[in-house]
């Protein structure tokens, strides 16, 4: 029996099976690399769901971990520690002027994001509490976050679902103006779905959608858990739209892979979640911090935010013209290092096709193949890595 089918068997033995996991155990990591428990050496297009933004043991994030964790691990937020105000610095400098919340996931940014839309809908007397949010969303798996989430399947099986919500058709922006009543105090939306396959709305979709919160004084709150940090080849995905939310929500990527979670509010907004509204004991943890400082200033020094969007285009072009996969593929969605790659029909295992190949991919919405490899992964290797999927399309 290989070391990998004996931790496998253990798995079985002590973990909740709640993820459809490939039999694969990795044992190690270095740049866009992984090695599983056999030795067998795979290159990451993933990035485990966007968090490894900057890759596998990247020297300068275990720098600034290990110098952290040296010096102050903990303090609770009864205190102040200097990394959370230099990592919220950065997001001010990067994203718009704000204040930041810190927390330990994406979940519990929306969470914190939608009860700081609430207190200003309800503040002074005021009777508005809900939420708009789309169909093909994904906020998260808190009974809340799947009320606010629109897929079915998430939602089911957890009885009656939390109220305030309403998912409403994504690109119909008729519809979503429609939906907003007296009681209605938000709309959530990720400026491009992820989890729903890679959609990027109709052009000014976001920015009518922003108008439409001016007008009727909704509190407009981008999901950028997925699209944050440099991903889609601008730092904040809602920049390509030419707007500002109210509120901004990050996870994934803005801890490297440590989980860190972070709310974003402009200062008016902010200002209403006064002691005792919110908080997260180990939220803003300063090793966690020290890492998502140094993520943003690689990624600026690195002039990263460019070379996503430049590898991105250059490779969905290369997979739209591509005579191999030919008419396999239906559509290729996505900006900058965020791909989607929808297929004309369902394929069958294609992620156990490409680890069996050596490479790491995901299937989202059944036949959306989902690329969202480091952002600092080199043009080479990126390179092969879209010639090595294209070979694989062309082999199912
Ligand atoms: C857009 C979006 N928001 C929120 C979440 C939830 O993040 P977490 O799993 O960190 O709670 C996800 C997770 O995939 C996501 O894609």
Redesign the pocket.
């Known amino acids: 029996m290989s070391d990998t089918q004996k931790l496998l068997r253990r798995a079985g033995e002590v973990l909740i099976q709640n993820y459809g996991r490939s039999p694969v155990v990795m044992a190690r990591g270095e740049g866009t690399h992984v090695w599983d428990t056999d030795g067998r050496k795979y290159l990451d297009l993933f990035a485990g ?1 966007g968090g490894a933004i900057l890759g596998h043991c990247h020297p300068e994030l275990v720098e600034a971990a290990t110098a952290q964790a040296r010096k102050l691990w903990h303090v609770g937020n009864a205190l102040y520690s200097e990394p959370q105000i230099e990592f919220a610095e950065r997001l001010k400098k990067h994203a718009f002027d704000g204040r930041a919340f810190f927390c330990h ?6 969470e914190a994001a939608i009860k700081l839309a609430r207190l200003r809908g309800l503040k002074d007397g005021g009777k508005k509490w809900k939420t708009i949010s789309l169909m093909k ?5 808190s009974l809340a ?1 799947i009320a606010a989430t629109g897929n079915p399947a998430v939602k089911d099986g957890f009885g009656p679902a939390v109220p305030g919500f309403a998912n409403i058709d994504a690109n119909d922006y008729g519809a979503i103006e429609a939906a907003v009543d007296d009681e209605t105090c938000s709309i959530i939306m ?1 400026p491009i ?3 729903g396959g890679i959609n990027v709305y109709p052009p000014g979709h976001v920015a009518k959608v922003r108008a439409l919160c001016d007008a009727r004084g909704l509190t407009l709150i981008f ?5 944050g940090c440099g991903r889609t080849g601008r730092w904040f995905a809602h920049q390509y739209d030419g707007v500002t939310p109210d509120i901004m ?1 990050l ?2 990527a803005v801890g490297g892979g440590l989980p860190v ?1 972070v709310m974003f509010a402009v200062p008016e907004i902010a200002a209403l979640l006064v002691p005792g509204k919110h908080g997260c004991t180990l939220g803003g943890n300063a090793i966690c911090m020290a890492v998502s400082r140094t993520i943003f200033d690689v990624i600026e020094r690195d002039d990263l935010v460019q070379h996503a969007a430049n590898l991105g285009e250059a490779a969905r072009a290369k997979f739209k013209s591509s005579s191999a996969v030919g008419s396999k593929v239906a559509e290729v969605r996505g900006r900058g290092l965020f791909i989607g790659i929808e297929l004309a029909a369902e394929p069958v295992d294609f992620v156990a096709k490409s680890l069996a190949k050596g490479l790491i991919t995901n299937i989202t919405s059944k036949k959306v193949i989902r690329l969202a490899p480091p952002i600092n992964i080199s043009a080479a290797e990126w390179d092969q890595g879209v010639d090595r999927v294209i070979d694989l399309i062309a082999s199912l």
């Open positions: 769901f996931s994406g979940l519990e940014a929306n969303s994904f906020h998260g798996r976050m990720e779905q992820g989890e999901d950028e858990v997925w699209t929500t996870g994934k979670g």
